[in-house]
């Protein structure tokens, strides 16, 4: 490869809270007990170093001794453009559709504002992504949820006849979508996206999609963006995308919504203006420009090709070793989601007790009951290899099988 996935970093003290966040007061994670170092799999964020280029842009602008008031830069828009043609087959994009968002979630609560009123039903699936949920809450609505199920090749489904009973019941016109789907790491087939947003279509369901992991994608399998599935979903849809999942930005801030409709994107940038606060960062501009290249491209690649091959071992090890933890394949992101309920039952353990043995030996998962998950636990595994091996090991000798 020609770029470093391998590297163990050294984050500590760094500003990093997937490390320097163990172990302290009021943390939820506590620190490993003695003989162990902490292996970070909780905060999603990767442990890789960043995409050269990206340093390579921001420190030029750097050397620029003036950083006032400015607009965005054509390069920025045209950045998204051909990134979104070249990584995402999207025809027809143009400046005009694209805005800025400080971040996804700003940009779900401003196309909610838009399109409802606080106190309004949202259609969501579960297990669902705890940004969403506090979001949400913290904004006056009310979220119905359509639990995904299993199929019989352990592939997470949605359930259209539960979609449009909760629709139908609830009185809902607005959704919040999630495609890929956190955490269940599920990237939809084009398929299952027609037949989501046919039923959107037939009950006038608007449609915010965070397709933020858009970029991530293991295994040979296709990102669809929604707005592609129909017509309806073009005009309908308010899309979400960052580069700060796939080139580990978030700490710089910045992301961007794509939105076709005329009427709908100017409702969606006055909301998005009315704090005063949702600008865009210089140094955050220069990050993406540097990061949506072609050589970017690359990189992508490569980190792809290393996150399959991470999630293939732990898919498989956790299958061979730990009778009865559950868990789908991920054909998206770089997060597990691991269903310990048959364990706990069997061991007499509660999934406090079951997280707490993993910290003990310092591997720093999360708890799965945030995304709805009530005996479950997410791991992160954007780490070099020998890393995800190692917790892998521990959990085998100290946790599942001790």
């Not at 858009?214 to 399998?221: A, P, T, V």
Request: hydrophobic share 35%; charged share 20%.
């Amino acid at each position: 490869m020609k770029y470093d996935f391998t590297s163990i970093m050294n984050r500590r003290g760094e500003d990093a809270i997937a490390v320097d966040a163990v172990g302290i007061a009021r943390s939820p994670v506590p620190g490993p007990k003695d003989g162990f170092d902490a292996i970070p799999m909780w905060v999603a964020d990767m442990n890789f170093p960043v995409f050269p280029g990206i340093q390579e842009a921001i420190a030029g602008r750097i050397q620029k001794a003036h950083f006032g008031y400015f607009r965005p830069r054509q390069e920025y828009l045209q950045a998204i453009i051909r990134w979104q043609e070249t990584r995402n087959d999207v025809n027809g994009l143009n400046e005009e559709h694209l805005g800025y968002e400080n971040g996804v979630l700003g940009g779900v609560i401003s196309a909610l504002n838009t399109l409802c009123s606080r106190g309004d039903n949202i259609l969501l699936h579960s297990p669902t992504y705890v940004g969403f949920i506090n979001s949400l809450t913290n904004n006056g609505y009310h979220m119905v949820l359509s639990p995904l199920v299993l199929d019989e090749n352990g592939v997470w489904r949605m359930d259209y006849e539960d979609m449009e009973k909760k629709i139908v019941e609830n009185n809902i016109h607005a959704t919040v979508f999630c495609s890929p789907h956190n955490p269940c790491g599920r990237v939809w087939e084009k398929w299952e996206l027609e037949k989501a947003f046919a039923l959107f279509e037939k009950y006038d369901v608007k449609v915010v999609s965070d397709e933020i992991w858009s970029d991530i994608i293991l295994n040979g399998h296709r990102h669809t963006p929604s707005q592609s599935v129909s017509d309806w979903a073009r005009q309908n849809t308010v899309a979400l995308y960052a580069p700060s999942k796939t080139f580990n930005l978030a700490g710089l801030v910045g992301s961007y919504h794509i939105i076709y409709n005329k009427t709908l994107r100017d409702r969606v940038d006055k909301e998005s203006s009315l704090s005063h606060y949702n600008n865009m960062n210089v140094l955050s501009m220069y990050a993406l420009i540097g990061a949506y290249c072609q050589d970017g491209g690359q990189w992508v690649d490569e980190l792809r090709e290393t996150l399959s091959g991470n999630v293939n071992y732990a898919y498989d090890y956790i299958k061979t070793h730990f009778r009865g933890v559950e868990l789908a394949r991920p054909e998206g992101t770089y997060m597990l989601f691991l269903d310990c309920s048959k364990w706990c039952e069997e061991y007499g353990k509660t999934i406090d007790q079951l997280q707490r043995s993993g910290f003990d030996v310092g591997v720093v998962w999360q708890d799965g009951r945030n995304f709805y998950g009530p005996c479950h636990i997410r791991m992160n595994l954007a780490l070099p290899l020998t890393r995800v091996q190692e917790a892998m090991e521990r959990l085998d000798r100290y946790v599942f099988n001790a």
